[in-house]
């Protein structure tokens, strides 16, 4: 058994081994443990150690290098009942904790019945991928959290789950104008309408083009998500924006869109990418180089060919090698 090629995968954190023979069942498994992977070593490590234990070699011991990840910080949050009250951060080195102010845990405690069992109603949330400092995005995410659910909505929640049997709260839409977004001052308040946005239209981008100028980084970062979701050439500008903000989440968000979308006429601006000062923004770039590129990416990725992340080197690398050799352009893994 060889390897034939290594291809990669969406995720930065993944590569697709290529083998030079199949399961004569033709039958695949899943590891689920794989959902709670850390990213801690470099593939500059990993992938010789793959090649040589698959072709029945000798490992040998390489000299290790600090571990390269993507600034990726991991955030979730406590939930009881719908309710919000602990906070948790995970980064490929380290786990932080914060817990909501007094009134979340008072209002978490007064939804308790007697026969409750919290260990097993209790659940994490998963509230994405953040990238920045770890107690940056402590603080982000914890005015973000108490932006969700201000004082009313605990107490809607509350009232729900004395008087009903508890089921996980539904998500409610609600479409807003650019008028009442507008006169809408309290940034908090502009977020919640932001996530309750059901999928907007092409009449929705001024709007958004708004919530892409404010200042706090919840909001631009929701609404480059909505933008992603308005399949038409037209919202590439607004998504530009986003690309070269000043926030690497935003950024990054922006590139994930970018992908999803498939739009060729992104590939210049992606070049651009490749310069980014955040790595998870470069690999992005080039993924979508190497999904979507031709001849004319070239040289804009031999420039970059020398990257100082491995991942984001490779992800080059393949790139060039797949447009040199004139094989096709493989859309969206």
């Known amino acids: ?64 290098k600090p571990d390269e990840h993507y600034g990726e910080v991991h955030a979730e949050v406590l939930m009881f009942k719908g309710k919000p009250y602990q906070l948790k951060l995970t980064s490929n080195k380290e786990e932080k904790r914060k817990q909501l102010p007094e009134i979340y845990i008072d209002k978490m405690l007064e939804t308790q019945k007697d026969n409750d069992n919290i260990i097993f109603i209790r ?19 914890y005015e973000e959290v108490l932006a969700l659910y201000p004082k009313q909505r605990l107490e809607n929640l509350v009232n729900e789950a004395l008087t009903t ?28 309408m932001l996530k309750a946005f059901p999928t907007p239209a092409i009449n929705d981008i001024p709007l958004l083009e708004t919530a892409l100028a404010e200042e706090k980084i919840p909001l631009r970062r929701e609404a480059v998500v909505l933008l992603g979701m308005i399949e038409s050439t037209d919202v590439l500008p607004y998504i530009y ?63 970059h060919a020398d990257d100082s992340a491995y991942g984001v080197k490779m992800q080059i690398e393949m790139a060039i090698s797949r447009i040199e050799n004139g094989d096709e352009a493989l859309g969206s893994v």
């Open 1 to 64: 058994m060889e390897i034939v090629r290594v291809e990669p995968t969406p995720s930065p954190n993944t590569m697709k081994i290529v083998l030079s023979e199949k399961r004569k069942d033709n039958q695949s498994t899943t590891y689920t443990t794989v959902n709670d992977k850390q990213p801690k070593a470099d593939w500059e490590n990993v992938l010789p150690l793959i090649t040589s234990t698959l072709n029945h070699e000798e490992t040998f011991q390489l000299d290790q």
């Open 123 to 141: 659940k994490w949330q998963d509230f994405g991928i953040r990238y920045d400092e770890l107690q940056d995005v402590m603080n982000d995410l």
């Open 165 to 192: 049997d508890f089921v996980v709260p539904k998500q409610h839409f609600h479409h807003i104008t650019l008028e009442k977004y507008s006169n809408t001052h309290d940034w908090k308040a502009r977020l919640r």
């Open 241 to 303: 924006k986003g690309l070269h903000d000043q926030s690497p989440a935003v950024r990054r968000t922006a590139g994930d869109c970018i992908s999803d979308l498939v739009f060729k006429e992104a590939l210049p601006e992606m070049e651009k990418a490749l310069a980014d000062p955040q790595k998870i923004v470069r690999w992005r770039s080039a993924m979508f180089i190497f999904d979507e590129g031709n001849e004319k990416q070239l040289h804009s990725l031999k420039v």
